[in-house]
């Protein structure tokens, strides 16, 4: 099994910056992609960012030049960072990390709300 736990969340007011983290410990054989998705208040969980074991990352159009995903490998920690955060970027956060042969697992989400 993996576990993800999601850290970094909280209040920044617009044009702020966060850095959301997202420990994993247990199994985490490449390939896999570790992503980051949310979930704002009456809407569907919609995907962010995602980084792959070759270092591969990609985009939702929003985040585009303001978020940065990265990796750590020593630490098993993947971060988002947030810069010139908006009201519209308000949701959940949740961390995802796709295991080949393992399966898909889920972070308990982190909460982040932009508002002045």
């Known amino acids: 099994q993996v576990q993800l736990v999601e850290s970094g969340g909280g209040l920044v007011q617009p044009g702020g910056s966060l850095r959301l983290s997202c420990a994993a410990s247990?199994?985490?054989?490449?390939?896999?992609?570790m992503g980051w998705y949310r979930q704002a208040p009456g809407k569907q969980r919609e995907w962010v960012a995602s980084?792959?074991?070759?270092?591969?990352?990609n985009y939702v159009g929003s985040a585009k030049g303001r978020f940065t995903i990265s990796r750590d490998n020593g630490k098993n920690t993947v971060y988002l960072q947030m810069n010139d955060l908006e009201p519209e970027d308000t949701a959940i956060y949740f961390c995802?990390?796709?295991?080949?042969?393992?399966?898909?697992?889920w972070g308990q989400g982190i909460q982040v709300t932009v508002s002045s």
């Open positions: 980084i792959s074991s070759s270092d591969n990352t």
């Open positions: 995802n990390a796709q295991i080949a042969l393992a399966g898909n697992f």
């Open positions: 247990g199994r985490i054989r490449s390939p896999y992609v």
